[in-house]
């Protein structure tokens, strides 16, 4: 069985095309697998595990095609892998790389670990005034986050107004009183 340069070059160049499967390389060079191998083996080309599915190739065409299907968020990571013939975490793994931004988290929980969005009643860092501004649980509720004074937890104005207790409004020293008994 001799080959000719021409299937050489289809074979080094459909060999490191790992989204072509094998039967495809067989069936364009017109030689069976056993011969491929055999040849790949002479030629010094590494052998390929799983084509399909090979994790570390990402042909330009499917970078793009990634990119695209990522920004559309219609699919998950996984129904996106299997579009592209690709595992779930090779496809995080490349989207995270091109510096995709992060899947909708409600649309792709699973997926990949978001970070939850800090619920705004959250404390705020430390030597950063903690004077709540609104209503708990409403929207626009913050910290004031202004510098802190130093052995207190709120910045100079709200010091202030944090340790005048009769200046706080009628409900906040009510409330303060609730959780005090
Ligand atoms: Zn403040």
């Excluded at 001799?2 to 060999?15: A, K, P, V």
Aim: positive net charge; charged residues 25%; aromatic residues 6%.
């Amino acid at each position: 069985m001799t080959w000719t340069q021409r299937q050489d070059d289809i074979l080094r160049e459909l060999h490191a095309r790992h989204d072509v499967p094998m039967e495809e390389v067989c069936e364009r060079i017109g030689k069976c697998a056993s011969a491929v191998h055999r040849r790949r083996d002479k030629l010094g080309l590494p052998p390929r595990s799983g084509a399909r599915y090979n994790t570390t190739i990402w042909p330009g065409h499917m970078v793009a095609e990634l990119k695209r299907l990522w920004l559309e968020n219609q699919l998950s990571c996984a129904e996106i892998g299997k579009a592209l013939g690709k595992t779930k975490n090779a496809v995080v793994g490349k989207a995270l790389r091109e510096g995709l931004p992060r899947k909708d988290a409600r649309k792709d929980a699973p997926c990949m670990p978001i970070s939850e969005p800090q619920p705004a009643w959250v404390a705020p860092i430390a030597r950063s005034c903690a004077w709540p501004i609104g209503e708990p649980g409403e929207p626009g509720f913050h910290f004031c986050g202004a510098p802190h004074v130093e052995g207190s937890s709120y910045c100079a104005d709200h010091h202030k107004v944090a340790y005048k207790p009769y200046k706080l409004p009628w409900r906040a020293v009510i409330n303060n009183m609730e959780a005090m008994r």
